[in-house]
């Protein structure tokens, strides 16, 4: 059974750290990686995707990933309270249409 | 363009009542999902439209629950005898073909309450 496991926090950092959020996946054929963020009440919107091994940076957020320890981390740097939201792990492998989603990491970013 | 859009946004309901919730992907996007989702949980796949092809509907949880998609486009999840266990956000996504590497697009959801 594909599994996709995250913390559920609440991981709290204060306005301007870095926020470090990860996941760690069962399916070591998985190949496409997903980071959403969804704000409370609201759906999920992709925040980036990353298929290769390594880092992937756009903007304040930069995902890793590392298919021989089979995780997949996003890093946002100086954290904005408007950062506070879930962010939801998704995996997905070749051939296969239908991702397998973690339960979220909710993050709070106080002033 | 217009993303996708999700009817009724909010819906309250008696427990034994059914429901029809409607969906309508983005335009020219031929997969269509819908998703449960409950508070504090993560996504549940329920059931998976690629276009005129047989869905997939391994993730609908009882012989309640089922779902059509008319003209490859709008698609209703259809809740029969509704339980209050059923109490969740519904969410529908699209991509444009079900590629493994596509990013899905949500809808706002349908919040349902079965009191």
């Known amino acids: 059974q594909k599994e996709v496991e995250q913390n559920s926090g609440p991981l709290s950092v204060p306005e301007g750290a870095i926020a470090s959020l990860n996941c760690t996946y069962s399916?070591?054929?998985?190949?496409?990686f997903f980071w959403y963020r969804q704000y409370s009440g609201k759906s999920p919107e992709l925040i980036m995707f990353?298929?290769?091994?390594g880092d992937k940076e756009d903007g304040r957020f930069t995902a890793q990933l590392n298919k021989a320890s089979q995780y997949v981390s996003l890093l946002i740097r100086d954290s904005q309270p408007s950062d506070s939201a879930t962010y939801l792990c998704a995996v997905n492998r070749r051939g296969s249409y239908i991702p397998t989603f973690g339960r979220g990491t909710s993050l709070i970013v106080h002033p | 363009g217009a993303g996708v859009s999700q009817s009724p946004s909010n819906k309250v309901t008696e427990k034994g009542k059914d429901v029809e919730l409607r969906c309508d992907p983005i335009s020219g996007h031929t997969a269509l999902y819908w998703y449960r989702q409950s508070l504090g949980q993560g996504l549940e796949f329920l059931i998976y439209?690629?276009?005129?092809?047989?869905?997939?509907k391994s993730g609908l949880p009882s012989d309640r629950f089922s779902a059509e998609r008319t003209g490859g486009s709008v698609s209703t999840l259809t809740i029969q005898r509704t339980q209050q266990e059923d109490s969740a956000v519904y969410l529908c996504?699209?991509?444009?073909?079900?590629?493994?590497?596509?990013?899905?697009?949500f809808g706002p959801g349908t919040r349902l309450l079965v009191l």
């Open positions: 399916d070591r054929g998985s190949q496409s």
């Open positions: 439209f690629q276009g005129n092809s047989a869905p997939d």
């Open positions: 996504a699209s991509t444009p073909d079900g590629h493994f590497q596509e990013t899905q697009y």
């Open positions: 990353i298929y290769s091994n």
